[in-house]
């Protein structure tokens, strides 16, 4: 097969062509080699691309979970002039030169869902270099350990994305979940089949 060269979104059956294309612009632009898709590789770029949206929705629904849900009187604290110090549903009314601040409770939840926002963010951009089975498992396994990073992030954090990594996979038969206690590690890795998720999308898809 004669190689093809791709230039922005045009393709051309030779280098000559894309360089006459080339010098008709206006601006500096790469030539790359293009090899069109096969069937093979068709069927894992949408097998990769249902993963991805099923990773994304775990991972939106992780972000909305995580929104702080503290209760009002536990977003603030008091202190008085003596040292006494507690959360806002304390009776401070009759305190003497109260200081109002942040409440750890507060701090903590409003870090956690910070943290989530931040990892979520991460997990956008271009997964197109996913071009093989055993890609699909470091990718899937890459993308949970972005959202799991817990660097910054309080104890509460990091439970609460194990349990949700694992009953997400407890519910979907293309990844599966295995957890090592003696490093606290869990991994997730891609346990579908190619073809059959490939068909069973284009089924529903073309319905």
């Known amino acids: 097969m004669q190689q093809q060269y791709k230039v ?7 280098i000559e062509d894309a360089t006459k294309y080339v010098a008709t612009l206006n601006k500096a632009v790469t030539i790359s080699p293009y090899t ?12 990769r691309n249902i993963l991805i949206r099923e990773m994304l929705e775990w991972a939106g629904n ?4 995580m929104t702080p849900s503290t209760d009002v009187c536990w977003m603030y604290s008091v202190e008085d002039a003596n040292g006494f110090s507690d959360a806002g549903d304390t009776w401070y009314e009759d305190l003497e030169d109260v200081t109002y601040g ?3 409770e507060w701090e903590d939840a409003k870090e956690d869902y910070e943290g989530a926002v931040s990892n979520f ?11 093989s089975v055993e890609g699909l498992s470091d990718m899937l396994n890459n993308m949970y350990h972005t959202m799991s990073d817990h660097s910054s992030e309080t104890d509460n ?18 990844i599966a979940h295995s957890y090592h206690h ?24 073309n319905s």
Request: charged share 20%.
């Open 8 to 14: 922005n979104n045009t393709i051309f059956n030779n």
């Open 36 to 47: 069109p898709p096969t069937k093979a590789s068709k069927k894992l770029s949408v097998v």
């Open 62 to 65: 992780f972000v909305h979970n």
């Open 102 to 104: 942040n409440n750890l």
């Open 121 to 131: 963010e991460c997990l956008f951009g271009d997964y197109n270099s996913v071009t």
């Open 157 to 174: 954090y990091i439970g609460c994305v194990r349990d949700s990594i694992k009953r997400m996979c407890e519910g979907n038969d293309n």
């Open 182 to 205: 003696p490093s606290r590690r869990t991994t997730i890795s891609f346990s579908g089949n190619v073809d059959a998720m490939y068909k069973a999308y284009m089924l529903e898809r």
